[in-house]
Structures are given as C-alpha cells and as structure tokens.
C-alpha cells in the first residue's frame, strides 16, 4: 500500500555454498526480512533456499536455471527458464539449421548449473538421435581448456556442446578458436 517503504539489505554469498547459507540464515533469522532476491547461482540456491523456506521466506532466483530448483518449496520461485525448457528447443533447432549428426560435449563436474544442464543436453541430442564422439569435464576454476578441448576437436565433431559458467565460457571459446576449430559452438 501507500506510505510502505522497502528497504534493500545486501548479503555478498560470493559463489560459495556456505557464505550463501549464511547470508540466507542472517537475512530471514536476524534481519527478518519479508523476502529474499538471489543467490545468483543454482549451487547457491541449492544450498540457501532451504533456509528461506524453513522461515517461510519467500526467495526469488534470479538466474537459478538448474533442474529441481522449485522443487525445494512452496516458497521457493525463480523468474527465469530452466534448462530444461530451453535447451531441448535448442538443440533441435542447432540441428535443423546445421544438420548435426554428432558432437563433442564439454562440461563442468563440479556445479548444479553445469551437470543439470550436461544432463538435459545429453537427453536432447539423444532425442536428435545425434551421436557424443566425446566428453571431456573440467572444474569451476579451471583456466587452461586446451586438453579437453584438443582431445574433443581431434574427433572432428559437427559442433562443441558446452555446459559452462561465464567464466570459463569465455576461455574455452577463446581457446577453442585459437586451437583453429571454427565450428559452432552451443
């Protein structure tokens, strides 16, 4: 209504699991707050919400894309499409247009965004009916992609599938165009 006065309280969860249970814990079990906007990632929000909803703390992913995030409670909500709405249209549209009969796959071990989205990608190229000649895994973290990156292009796949965060996103493109590959890139 008129007159109330919302007041933004800000928590740094730092892409760290335990920081982001404890800025969960400190805004809706000291701060008291009437509901929470992030964490930004889906391993955050994986590891926070539940917080959030034991308080009955509504809390709003912003960007929490990976499978089952919803699934933690009824006052758990995300505001973007998971993989799993977007990746199968994707994939089925990469193959229409560029006639993808097999792929090399790339993908982080180590966080709920990356497997959740390498699992839903393996399902949609299967069924694309498109072959994996390879998979590779790296760590968030990692810098140097060039093995991986090697071993799959060596394969000469139709396009390199890569489940990443921004920050290794960014190098194994890079990298993968310096390494000569020139194909797509999904």
Same mark, same amino acid.
Do not use: C, H, W
């Given at each position: ?7 933004? *309280?800000?928590?740094?969860s730092?892409g760290?699991g ?10 809706? %079990? %000291?701060? %008291?707050?009437?509901?929470?906007l992030?964490?930004?990632?889906? $391993?955050?929000?994986?590891?926070a &919400?539940?917080?959030?909803?034991e ?8 960007? !929490? ?15 973007s499409?998971p993989?799993?709405?977007? #990746?199968?249209? $994707? *994939?089925?549209?990469a $193959?229409?247009?560029?006639? +993808?009969?097999q792929?090399?796959v790339?993908?982080g !071990? ?17 069924? !694309?009916?498109i072959? #994996? *000649?390879?998979?590779e $895994?790296? @760590?968030?973290?990692?810098? &140097?992609? !060039?093995?991986q990156?090697?071993?799959?292009? =060596? =394969?000469?796949?139709?396009? +390199?599938i890569?489940?990443? +965060? @921004?920050?290794?996103?960014?190098? #194994?493109?890079?990298?993968?165009r310096a +390494? ?5 890139? *999904?």
């Open positions: 209504g008129e007159g109330v006065e919302l007041v933004a *309280i800000f928590e740094d730092a760290d335990e920081q982001a249970i404890a800025a969960m814990t400190k805004l809706v %079990e %000291e701060d %008291e707050v009437v509901m929470v992030g964490p930004t990632l889906s $391993t955050e929000a994986f590891s &919400d539940p917080v959030a909803q308080y009955e703390t509504p809390v709003m992913g912003v960007s !929490n894309t990976a499978t089952g995030i919803t699934d933690m409670g009824e006052y758990v909500f995300r505001d499409l993989e799993s709405s977007v #990746i199968p249209g $994707t *994939i089925a549209q $193959t229409a247009i560029l006639g +993808l009969e792929v090399g790339l993908y !071990n180590d966080d709920d965004f990356t497997l959740s989205g390498y699992d839903v990608f393996v399902e949609a190229l299967e069924d !694309n009916e072959e #994996i *000649i390879g998979e $895994t790296f @760590a968030r973290g990692d810098v &140097d992609f !060039n093995p990156l090697t071993a799959l292009i =060596g =394969g000469e796949p139709d396009a +390199l890569v489940s990443a +965060l @921004a920050a290794e996103a960014v190098q #194994i493109i890079t990298q993968a +390494l000569g590959y020139e194909g797509p890139i *999904i």
